[in-house]
């Protein structure tokens, strides 16, 4: 009976890891690959990457999670750095870079390399690693408080845009919300 319990119980843990996998859409790329691979025609260096780097759904799982509460707890620390604003670029940029980086566990590098350069959030993508290019820069080379701050808070809200872009309908949503809020028109 007991024997029949830890059978019950692994093939629970089986559709469990299962479900994650299909929530975060590893399934649908493993299949991509394989037939990529079959066909011998997918000589790129992301595809070549991925094939190197394959990882269990356990370590996959893992290392998102110490990727994001690394990122989160490096975002939350840099508040106690708040009014010295090098430091605090720093440590905020690290986050952000850190649970960017989280993702790409869970979704694999190229899937989140193309998720980001697809047309719908491109500009979102771009101008959110500009700030953070810009932000590191005015921290390590500028070392100008003002420029720093500035860039700190333009890489924020370039951070909350690119977020909306992966929820559908958001960011037409903040723009209408926003446009009805700040509009001067009686």
């Known amino acids: 009976m007991e024997k029949m319990n830890q059978a019950f119980e692994k093939i629970r843990a089986n559709q469990a890891f299962e479900r994650v996998k299909m929530l975060v859409g590893m399934d649908a790329e493993d299949e991509q690959q394989q037939a990529a691979l079959e066909d011998g025609n997918s000589f790129s260096f992301m595809d070549d990457f991925n094939r190197r780097c394959t990882l269990t759904t356990k370590q996959r799982l893992y290392g998102f999670a110490i990727c994001l509460v690394s990122g989160v707890t490096c975002t939350l620390l840099s508040v106690l750095v708040f009014f010295n604003p090098i430091k605090f670029g720093i440590t905020f940029t690290l986050g952000n870079l850190l649970s960017l980086g989280s993702t790409a566990f869970l979704i694999g590098p190229k899937r ?15 101008i959110y690693i500009a700030s953070m290019i810009i932000a590191l820069f005015c921290a390590f080379y500028v070392h100008n408080k003002l420029l720093t701050l500035l860039a700190i808070i333009l890489e924020f809200g370039a951070l909350i845009w690119y977020s909306l872009s992966y929820i559908p309908f958001a960011r037409s949503l903040v723009s209408k919300i ?3 809020c700040f509009d001067t028109e009686f």
């Not at 390399?113 to 993508?125: G, N």
């Open 178 to 180: 926003m446009s009805a």
């Open 112 to 126: 989140q390399f193309t998720m980001m350069l697809d047309p719908v959030r491109i500009y979102a993508t771009s």
